[in-house]
C-alpha cells in the first residue's frame, strides 16, 4: 500500500520533507499526491508502519452476503431491463417494484423492510447513482419524451 511504502521512505530518508516525498512518489508512480497529503500520512506513521499487509483486515473491499439474493437478482435484472429502455428510475419506484416482488416471493414485510439503507445498498451493490436535472433538462416531458424524439 502507497501510505505504508510512504512511511518506510520517510524512515529509511530521516532528512526528507513533505514535499520531497510526494516529488519522489510523484515521479515514482506517475501519481500527483500533494505535500499536506503526504504530511497526513506520516502523522499516524506508527500505524501504517504496524500495519500487517498480509492480513484480511487491510482488504478494501468487503462482501456482504445479501439476505435474499433471489429478490436482488430480479430486482437487478428489472433495473437493467428499465434502463435499457430508457425508463427513469427514482428511488420510490425501485422501493415499489422490490415490495411488488417481495409479496410474489411471499417474503413478509417483517423479514425484510425497504427502507433508506436497503435501497442505498441496493444501489451500491449495482452501481447506480443518482442523476439531477438542470434547466433545460429538468423542463423536458418525460410522458411525451419518446414521441418527441420520433417527431425529430
Known amino acids: 500500500?502507497?501510505?505504508?511504502?510512504?512511511?518506510?521512505?520517510?524512515?529509511?530518508?530521516?532528512?526528507?520533507?513533505?514535499?520531497?516525498?510526494a516529488s519522489y512518489f510523484n515521479n515514482?508512480?506517475?501519481?500527483?499526491?500533494?505535500?499536506?497529503?503526504?504530511?497526513?500520512?506520516?502523522?499516524m506513521?506508527?500505524?501504517?508502519?504496524?500495519?500487517?499487509?498480509?492480513?484480511?483486515?487491510?482488504?478494501?473491499?468487503?462482501?456482504?452476503?445479501?439476505?435474499?439474493?433471489?429478490?436482488?437478482?430480479?430486482?437487478?435484472?428489472?433495473v437493467e431491463q428499465m434502463m435499457g429502455c430508457g425508463i427513469?428510475?427514482?428511488?420510490?419506484?425501485i422501493k415499489e417494484k422490490a415490495q411488488e416482488f417481495a409479496q410474489l416471493l411471499e417474503i413478509s414485510e417483517e423479514e425484510l423492510s425497504f427502507s433508506n439503507g436497503w435501497i442505498s445498498r441496493f444501489k451500491m451493490h449495482n452501481h447506480l447513482c443518482s442523476f439531477r436535472f438542470h434547466g433545460e433538462a429538468n423542463s423536458a416531458p418525460l410522458e411525451t419524451l419518446s414521441e418527441e424524439c420520433n417527431k425529430l
Open 88 to 93: 427513469i428510475l427514482t428511488e420510490l419506484l
Open 1 to 21: 500500500m502507497l501510505w505504508h511504502e510512504i512511511c518506510i521512505y520517510s524512515n529509511d530518508n530521516n532528512t526528507a520533507t513533505s514535499t520531497d516525498i
Open 45 to 78: 506513521k506508527d500505524r501504517w508502519i504496524d500495519l500487517n499487509l498480509e492480513s484480511q483486515e487491510t482488504s478494501v473491499v468487503r462482501h456482504c452476503n445479501v439476505k435474499f439474493p433471489f429478490l436482488e437478482k430480479v430486482m437487478t435484472c428489472w
Open 28 to 43: 515514482k508512480y506517475s501519481i500527483n499526491i500533494d505535500r499536506s497529503t503526504v504530511s497526513k500520512i506520516l502523522s
